[in-house]
């Protein structure tokens, strides 16, 4: 599903020249939960970004199912980001004045379906992650937990081939970040969704079936393991 060929992400300049990411070669399959772990400063979300279009390497290529994006141009790739990624952040992003439903059928509507087509797979997606008996609360009436959860549903509801979180318990306590982690297994185990999220937490980690870690930009280790029940 994703590929990587000596990925480099560069800041700066001359003295100043930050290197991030340093000539990362790897591959994602389809249906795998990959976790990228490592301590702070180690580039876990800079390579989150890459993978995911948000951002530009400085060299190498990023390789999205057999198409390299290095050739494509922005609106190419805002096209790809659309119809076959999702993302879920620290930042829940839900619009106050939204219900549930609302929130995870507007990006849905903007990308053209009509408005009940857009309700329904909102909803469905809201069923898929376990929020839809909350589908008409507003996000204020939600705890974090189901607001990211939401967030997450909102990610899911276009059907996108791949789906990336990052750090999607940062701002949870460890009950509703445990919710958040049983979300996402359950997307990964019963719809084969594949999904890269960065996490610090090794217990959230734990839920993945592979997990990479990165230490100064670079990959120390690349594991698969038994998942966390």
């Not at 249906?31 to 948000?54: D, H, M, N, R, W």
Request: charged share 20%.
């Amino acid at each position: 599903m994703i590929k990587t060929e000596k990925l480099v992400k560069t800041y700066g300049a001359g003295e100043l020249e930050l290197v991030v990411l340093k000539g990362l070669t790897f591959e994602i399959e389809t249906g795998e939960f990959v976790a990228i772990i490592g301590p702070s400063g180690s580039g876990k979300s800079t390579l989150l970004y890459q993978l995911s279009l948000l951002d530009e390497p400085t060299s190498g290529e990023v390789i999205l199912d057999n198409v390299r994006t290095g050739a494509l141009s922005l609106q190419q790739k805002t096209d790809i980001r659309l119809a076959k990624l999702g993302y879920v952040f620290q930042d829940y992003a839900l619009l106050p004045e939204l219900t549930a439903l609302e929130n995870v059928a507007l990006p849905i509507i903007m990308q053209g379906l009509s408005m009940p087509q857009a309700y329904l797979k909102a909803s469905f997606a809201l069923e898929r992650i376990g929020m839809v008996d909350k589908k008409h609360n507003l996000p204020s009436q939600l705890s974090g937990g189901q607001q990211q959860r939401v967030s997450i549903a909102r990610a899911i509801a276009h059907e996108p081939q791949i789906l990336f979180a990052d750090e999607p318990t940062a701002n949870l306590d460890s009950a509703n970040g445990m919710r958040v982690m049983e979300a996402f297994r359950d997307l990964h185990e019963k719809h084969n969704q594949t999904i890269i999220m960065v996490t610090h937490e090794p217990e959230y980690a734990a839920f993945a079936g592979r997990v990479i870690t990165l230490v100064d930009g670079t990959i120390v280790s690349d594991e698969r393991k038994k998942v966390a029940k």
